[in-house]
């Protein structure tokens, strides 16, 4: 039969191969979310990849159609749920972003959460969870992990690699982990986690959400990170988009393989915005960060306030975790109220706020303030901070004006 008839897509890329230079190690950060996942003059010339939508993705010939259907997890376009070019891309710039190898993108960051979960676990297998984990984490275990005989055992964030260790039984399968957590801000010793999960041959994914290059998981330890790309990513709070990224074939392909057997896909639309987003996203952050640590700061010297839960400040009980493994923070963090404030004395201030958005998720390039008291769920440490909650989110509104607006929000509260 001679050689096999080609793909015509890859017949493309062989008579006109990729003219842009994908990126390397030694570039900053935002050097290389300049340049990853970008085709040069392939494309047509223009800078930004197109959006290819589709679902039928015809064959050159019938042979083709068999050969390439055998090899669907090397990017060889099959069908829409296989992914194509405007996927590919966006795999390439989260990868940069969070030194991982191969990435599989989903619809949302909770898909992001539950693929891999389902990917690893099965009826009779033992789950670990810190108890400060995103609160939709913990549905799934309680809810369909448990429905289908996978136990879960919250643990407290902050414990240490002989503590993990103790709570591993035979047949737990996942560390999961989460830093900081949602909510509390607590750190998690990753890579003490990670040395305990290891010895028992257990798998350690990560929710690397708020870290996201701040936090480089598969240094630490990690074999699967999720990431929330409907955050800082996406950074225009007009997208949902989740990312499971490994670092090595063997747990790509199991993360892969659970993602297509339950139909999951990440719209073309969606990736080409994330994609948009990630180009300024090193900009935005660096911003967001200093903003967000300014206004922390604020927090901290105002008579009001008990306690600011920002792992970047010198005062998180777990500081020097942060200065260990983190190269930054992002604009996301908590504030807790002298405890003589009720709720109705939070809602009144949060209500007075002209600049901070009342609403959820975060990364976007608008401020947003989030009554957390009530929100919080704990069962394996307490669930008390000591006083009414709120998270605080920084856009990249002038932090001047924000503090203004926050000023004048806690001089509602009673003297
Ligand atoms: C928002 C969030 C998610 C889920 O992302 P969605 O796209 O909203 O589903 C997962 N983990 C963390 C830590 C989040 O903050």
Request: glycine share 10%; hydrophobic share 40%; proline share 6%.
């Amino acid at each position: 039969m001679g050689i096999a008839p080609r793909n015509h897509q890859a017949e493309e890329r062989l008579t006109m191969p990729d003219d842009h230079a994908p990126p390397h190690k030694a570039q900053a950060f935002a050097t290389r979310m300049s340049h990853a996942g970008r085709a040069g003059t392939r494309a047509h010339g223009f800078v930004n990849p197109p959006v290819h939508r589709g679902s039928t993705v015809l064959m050159p010939s019938a042979q083709a159609r068999r050969d390439f259907a055998k090899d669907r997890f090397n990017r060889v376009m099959t069908y829409g749920t296989a992914g194509g070019p405007t996927h590919y891309a966006l795999e390439d710039v989260i990868c940069e972003i969070e030194g991982g190898t191969r990435c599989v993108l989903v619809g949302t960051g909770l898909a992001a959460v539950t693929v891999p979960l389902m990917a690893y676990l099965k009826t009779g297998d033992h789950c670990l969870m810190p108890d400060s984990v995103y609160g939709p984490a913990r549905n799934i275990a309680n809810g369909l992990l448990a429905n289908y005989g996978i136990a879960t055992t919250f643990y407290d964030p902050t414990i240490g690699e002989a503590e993990i260790a103790a709570l591993i039984q035979p047949n737990t399968k996942v560390v999961y982990t989460e830093s900081p957590g949602s909510h509390t801000f607590e750190l998690q010793d990753i890579p003490a986690i990670a040395r305990a999960a290891h010895a028992r041959g257990c798998t350690v994914m990560m929710d690397n959400t708020w870290g996201i290059h701040n936090f480089m998981p598969f240094e630490h330890g990690v074999d699967v990170s999720i990431q929330a790309l409907t955050k800082y990513v996406g950074g225009h709070s007009d997208v949902l988009l989740g990312s499971i990224t490994t670092n090595t074939e063997e747990d790509y392909l199991k993360v892969r393989t659970a993602a297509g057997q339950m139909g999951h896909f990440a719209a073309p639309d969606d990736c080409w915005l994330a994609l948009r987003g990630a180009r300024t996203m090193p900009v935005r952050l660096k911003h967001q960060e200093r903003s967000g640590l300014e206004v922390a700061r604020w927090f901290e010297t105002r008579a009001e306030v008990q306690r600011v839960l920002h792992p970047g400040l010198p005062s998180h009980p777990q500081h020097a975790l942060f200065t260990r493994d983190f190269r930054g923070s992002c604009s996301l963090f908590g504030v807790v109220l002298q405890p003589a404030y009720t709720e109705a004395d939070l809602f009144r201030l949060i209500d007075s706020l002209t600049l901070f958005g009342i609403g959820a998720s975060w990364g976007g390039y608008e401020s947003l303030a989030l009554p957390t008291t009530g929100f919080i769920t704990r069962t394996a440490t307490s669930d008390d901070l000591g006083g009414q909650t709120m998270r605080i989110h920084i856009g990249l509104e002038d932090v001047g004006d924000l503090i203004a607006d926050l000023e004048q929000g806690l001089a509602t509260l009673p003297r």
